[in-house]
């Protein structure tokens, strides 16, 4: 498959050009353009069967852009790559095959692939073109940096200590409430008063898809076209008419046997659509957000609530599933992490937490594993506990996601503070 990647940013388009490569090894990339403008001129002659574009560019916007391509090459695969949402609605009215939020990641990416891999084999099918059948390279397995605080020994502060324990606490805090919880973070599951979480029983993996999608969407009644075209695109209408009212009559026997019976699923007229509405019901993805966006700014006092609800986004929204309608709501928590934990960094280095802080910079690595920040926060931890080879593995660390896997250069704020320190020693 020839693609072609579109982005007004270098870095952006050496990453994703790195992570294609590394994990999409059918995939040709024959043409990449930071100038939008040039695209137009030069895709006669390559000839892409995917366009990777940003959306946010000056000119002449990704947007424009798609559809002046399915203009002129109504074959060609749209995937818009951005790091605005807002702009998801039109994309897809774009029939865009697929909407991957920024910074990229890799195993988003590689769903992506297989769509596309999905999509060439079904027309493959359906118009008896006998073509490459395209290989499937395994994942590569992106490890954390696993890096060492020195060899001295931690003395913790009064707020440290109260930091350690509020995130000890806080995964064993208990149903106050006294209300079912529905789990979305990672897993589908759900938990009782006074019990642990488990997975839902479904009858199929359609049942399982159709209660997410209705319960990403409570409150709102969802036609059943909608439906239909999300989970059973091939079938007859009158079948995949009847397949819905099925699966639904199976959601609703499964939400009672797991003693969820006061989620109801209401149809519309005729049975035109379906709406869930979910009884009072907790779900931990909208209490999460919630906590974030009342909590205050970190100080002593309440230093152990801030702790308490960053370790409460126990995963990615929907993690386990291959659910594209859900990717928007997985990124956008995704940042408001983000930004909750580099704000909670800031406080505990303005407040020489050191335990802490090399906590909070590790695991924004581990979620963001090319956010400069996190690298840069441990370089300067390091350095100032006189630990040199902290500093040179971060910084190794460092040049070898941004230098070598993006073949970009540094921000010269870290390149000049490196040189700095090195001079120092």
């Known amino acids: 498959m020839r693609a072609i990647l579109v982005d007004d940013e270098r870095l952006a388009l050496k990453q994703l050009k790195h992570i294609l490569e590394q994990h999409a090894g059918d995939v040709e990339i024959v043409g990449m353009f930071s100038d939008p403008t040039e695209v137009m001129s030069a895709v006669k002659e390559l000839e892409p069967d995917i366009a990777f574009l940003d959306i946010h560019m000056p000119a002449l916007n990704g947007l424009q852009l798609g559809e002046r391509l399915q203009e002129s090459m109504p074959s060609v695969e ?36 297989q769509r596309i891999r999905t999509r060439t084999e079904r027309r493959i099918n359906l118009t008896g073109q006998n073509e490459r059948q395209p290989s499937s390279p395994g994942p590569a397995v992106l490890k954390p940096p696993a890096t060492e605080e020195g060899s001295g020994t931690l003395v913790l502060s009064a707020t ?29 599951r759900y938990r009782l008063p006074g019990s642990d979480p488990q997975p ?7 049942a399982q898809e159709l209660f997410a ?26 079948r995949a008419a009847q397949q819905l009212y099925t699966t639904v009559y199976h959601v609703r026997q499964t ?12 149809s519309g007229n005729l049975e035109a659509g379906y709406r869930l509405v979910t009884g009072g019901v907790r779900i931990d993805s ?12 970190p100080d002593s006092e309440r230093i152990g609530e801030h702790e308490q609800v960053l370790e409460q986004y126990e995963g990615n929204y929907f993690a386990d599933f291959e659910y594209l309608w859900a990717e928007h709501e997985r990124e956008r928590l995704r940042r408001l992490w983000l930004h909750h934990a580099k704000t909670l960094s800031a406080f505990h280095v303005e407040q020489g937490h050191r335990s802490a802080s090399f906590r909070l910079y590790r695991r924004i690595q581990q979620l963001f594993p090319y956010e400069e920040d996190s690298y840069f926060g441990l370089m300067k931890l390091h350095a100032s506990a006189g630990d040199t080879a902290g500093v040179e593995e971060q910084y190794w660390l460092l040049t070898s996601k941004i230098g070598q896997e993006l073949e970009s250069a540094l921000s010269e704020t870290i390149t000049d503070w490196y040189a700095a320190w090195r001079a120092g020693q």
């Open 255 to 266: 939400l009672k046997s797991s003693g969820f019976g006061m989620i109801s699923i209401t």
């Open 286 to 297: 909208e209490e999460w957000e919630q906590r974030v966006k009342g909590l205050s700014v």
């Open 200 to 206: 839902f029983k479904w009858r199929t993996s359609k």
């Open 213 to 238: 999608y209705l319960l990403h969407h409570r409150d709102r009644m969802i036609d059943r076209d909608t439906l239909i075209d999300l989970l059973w695109p091939d079938f007859e209408l009158a």
């Open 78 to 113: 749209l995937i818009f790559v951005t790091g605005y949402d807002q702009y998801a609605v039109h994309a897809f009215e774009l029939y865009a095959l697929d909407y991957i939020m920024k910074p990229v990641q890799p195993d988003r990416l590689i769903k992506t692939v």
């Open 160 to 188: 440290e200590t109260a930091t350690e324990a509020a995130i000890i606490a806080s995964s064993d805090r208990p149903d106050a409430s006294g209300l079912p919880l529905i789990c979305c973070f990672s897993q589908l």
